[in-house]
């Protein structure tokens, strides 16, 4: 059983810029979360895509992005970036039972440095 | 809206002694209650979760939690700390949001074994 995958794993951009990050999601998993993890904090929900469309979004602007493929992995895309976008950030997917209660399996995350 | 406290953001315990991370939560439906553990580098491993079965849970690694609804909180345990145990704890609080399980997590335990 493939876990959750997530590339690039370091990246860096300048202000400005725009950064796309890729995540293939666990065999048999069909949802996909992405949260942003800050240095010393805990993750925060970005949005959530099931059947290739957004079903859930945190308090983010709409520079932030996403995708689900019909192979349910996912992108997320962040235009504009900013300085406080630096962080790590984290791919989760689940079933369809663990949907239901949430339960979340997570990448190793890809982190972002803007300068 | 649901929310998580983590009381103590660094703890220490000396290897041998009981390891006790506190996390209360604050839910207005009954929630679904986790566990994560976070080593350097690297993304969320699930290390136990209450689904409204038992209150008292085990988990991975020696780790337990008890479910107390009247206190709103759910303790990690261990009777005795491991070198291998240092890491970052994140507690996570999940229920029904708008069509999509919402889940919020603390801020992160940090915690360091002394040998």
């Known amino acids: 059983e493939t876990g959750v995958t997530q590339s690039p794993t370091h990246l860096i951009k300048t202000r400005g810029q725009q950064v796309t990050l890729r995540c293939s999601s666990q065999s048999g998993h069909n949802t996909v979360s992405w949260y942003q993890q800050a240095l010393g904090q805990g993750p925060q929900f970005i949005f959530q895509?099931?059947?290739?469309?957004?079903?859930g979004r945190g308090n983010f602007p709409p520079r932030f992005s996403g995708l689900q493929f019909p192979n349910y992995s996912s992108e997320l895309n962040v235009n504009a970036l900013e300085l406080d976008d630096s962080a790590l950030y984290l791919c989760?997917?689940?079933?369809?039972?663990?949907?239901?209660?949430?339960?979340?399996?997570f990448g190793e995350g890809s982190r972002l440095t803007v300068l | 809206a649901q929310s998580v406290t983590q009381l103590g953001s660094h703890v220490s315990v000396s290897e041998g002694a009981l390891v006790l991370l506190r996390c209360n939560y604050s839910s207005s439906v009954p929630p679904y209650l986790f566990w994560y553990v976070q080593y350097p580098n690297q993304g969320l491993q699930l290390l136990l979760k209450?689904?409204?079965?038992?209150?008292l849970v085990k988990g991975i690694n020696g780790f337990e939690a008890e479910f107390k609804k009247s206190e709103t909180s759910f303790h990690l345990t261990k009777p005795s700390a491991h070198m291998s145990d240092a890491a970052e704890y994140f507690c996570a609080v999940s229920s029904p949001s708008g069509g999509y399980q919402k889940v919020t997590f603390g801020i992160g335990t940090k915690l360091q074994v002394i040998p």
């Open positions: 895509y099931y059947r290739e469309e957004e079903n």
């Open positions: 989760a997917s689940s079933s369809g039972q663990d949907r239901n209660t949430g339960e979340l399996f």
């Open positions: 209450y689904t409204s079965a038992a209150t």
